[in-house]
């Protein structure tokens, strides 16, 4: 978890003399607990140069003096001192929770509703990019939002191609209205997350699935990106639910066209009674990634903490449930700023379904 915090005097004075014994910025951050950034920007506001008396030369160096004195002016006339006024607990709020929970500024009104924080002022999000584009947050800028800080080009579609195969099941055109319109809940979309291109050779992935009304995710790492392998990741979370919960909760999946899901039957039928079904596929279009716009929505999130390139051999269980956690709690716009989490158990607690 990344730690951001505004520092004391006090703080400062301790950075001038751990300096002076020798120790690294690394070292620092964790003696102070706080991200190892706090603690270069807090160099940088306080640099300046001093003359070596038996060399004479310049050398740069740390003054907490010059520092605090930088920092009292930023809050005075340069810091979000504008419509926020001088709510700095406010200011502080939306710096650190933007840092430390890596959400947007639409989140944070999200995250203040949940907690039942109460400001003096009141601000838009509108203002709040504003004021981080303008550079008058001490800690925060524009690189550590999500997407930088850049809205996300609606998708294009494009010509449909001819597939490489035919699909393993019925079209995503078979799907009912309720299951297009997110009326009924149950309906889910599938996809698998890889390393990408680089030097990172492993097989290993992800697989995840979005609730289409609820939004809410479920991420499972699986060894290979196999019909079969995906098949057994869907067999362990049934037997883990039970046939009748399974059913209730997972009405359809919607999977795009790769090898991964081709073994629909088998992803259909029940591995508790091959009798009876368990759930229906669907397959997108060929090339048609926004027909399951939740899941390559939320799989962009889940690339905000394992981005392109990492070996997902070595990310652990406990990992990949942190990420999960933080996807099915992160406010949603969409809900009133209600987490994925809160929405889905909602639809659990109607069916009379306990987990």
Same mark, same amino acid.
């Given at each position: ?37 706090? +603690? ?20 740069? =160096?740390?003054? !907490? ?8 002016? %930023? ?9 926020i006024g001088k709510d700095h607990e406010l200011a502080n709020y939306i710096e650190t929770t ?21 400001? &003096? ?8 990019? %504003? ?25 294009? &579609? ?7 195969? =035919? ?9 009912? @209205?309720? +299951? ?42 699986? !060894? ?8 057994? =990741? ?42 009876? !079904?368990?759930?229906? +596929?669907?397959?997108?279009? @060929? ?9 390559? %929505? ?8 394992? @981005? ?22 992160? !406010?949603? &716009? ?22």
């Amino acid at each position: 978890m990344r730690r951001f915090k505004h520092l004391t005097w006090t703080d400062r004075l301790r950075i001038e003399k751990w300096l002076n014994e020798g120790m690294k910025p690394k070292d620092i951050a964790s003696k102070l607990r706080v991200h190892i950034s706090t +603690v270069y920007n807090e160099l940088h506001r306080g640099e300046y140069q001093r003359l070596v008396g038996d060399t004479w030369e310049f050398v740069s =160096a740390y003054s !907490p003096d010059i520092a605090e004195q930088k920092y009292q002016a %930023h809050l005075r006339d340069k810091g979000p001192a504008l419509k926020i006024g001088k709510d700095h607990e406010l200011a502080n709020y939306i710096e650190t929770t933007i840092l430390n929970k890596e959400c947007s500024p639409a989140a944070v009104f999200g995250y203040a509703q949940q907690e039942g924080k109460q400001f &003096k002022t009141s601000v838009s999000v509108q203002t709040v990019y %504003h004021y981080i584009k303008k550079g008058l947050f001490l800690n925060l800028t524009q690189e550590e939002l999500p997407r930088h800080g850049k809205h996300k080009q609606a998708y294009k &579609k494009v010509c449909k191609k001819e597939a490489a195969r =035919a699909p393993a099941g019925e079209s995503i055109e078979q799907r009912p @209205p309720e +299951v297009k319109e997110r009326q009924e809940f149950g309906h889910w979309e599938g996809d698998t997350v890889y390393s990408g291109k680089g030097k990172v050779k492993t097989t290993c992935a992800l697989f995840t699935m979005t609730e289409r009304k609820t939004r809410n995710e479920i991420i499972i790492g699986v !060894p290979n990106r196999k019909a079969e392998t995906i098949v057994k =990741a869907v067999d362990a979370l049934e037997r883990k639910l039970g046939a009748r919960k399974f059913r209730l909760i997972f009405k359809s999946i919607t999977f795009d066209n790769g090898t991964e899901f081709a073994a629909a039957d088998m992803l259909e039928r029940s591995c508790i009674n091959k009798t009876i !079904p368990r759930t229906k +596929v669907y397959f997108c279009h @060929p090339y048609s990634s926004w027909e399951r716009g939740s899941n390559e %929505h939320v799989n962009g999130m889940i690339r905000r903490k394992h @981005p392109k390139g990492t070996d997902f051999s070595k990310v652990s269980k406990e990992q990949l449930a942190e990420t999960e956690k933080w996807i099915n709690e992160y !406010p949603r &716009k969409i809900f009133g700023y209600k987490s994925s989490a809160i929405m889905f158990q909602q639809c659990l607690n109607e069916l009379g379904i306990a987990m």
